[in-house]
């Protein structure tokens, strides 16, 4: 037994490999005889780590938001309100009303 634990590499590889097939902590723990925790340990020691599903309508919004974080951008840096508008495919009266919302927040 290493001084760091009583799991050999093997174990280590096995669990990288049956958590980048998506297997779940729980599904890996039952199938090596471990528990969860320990599971979670080694996976984190690893660096390993779970991609983050964000759905196609998150996006979009995430999308937007930074769109209109930028056109407030553009405003404090002085450009003018038609020339914004043109450049983003937004109407003027959609960059004033973006400006007075955040003045109110």
């Known amino acids: 037994m290493s001084k760091r634990g009583k799991y050999s590499d093997p ?8 958590f980048k ?3 779940s902590y729980d ?16 996976c984190h020691r690893r660096g390993l780590k779970r991609a ?5 309508a998150e996006q979009a919004e995430r999308a937007i938001d930074q769109r209109d ?3 407030l951008c553009d405003v404090k840096e002085g450009h003018s309100r038609r020339d914004i508008a043109k ?9 004033t009303r973006l400006v007075a919302e955040a003045r109110a927040a």
């Open 52 to 56: 983050v599903f964000i759905s196609a």
């Open 87 to 95: 450049h983003w495919g937004v109407s003027e009266s959609f960059v």
């Open 27 to 42: 599904d890996i723990a039952r199938a090596l005889g471990l528990t969860r925790n320990q599971v979670a340990g080694v």
């Open 69 to 71: 974080l930028d056109i």
């Open 11 to 18: 174990t280590h590889e096995t669990i990288e490999r049956m």
């Open 21 to 23: 097939a998506d297997n």
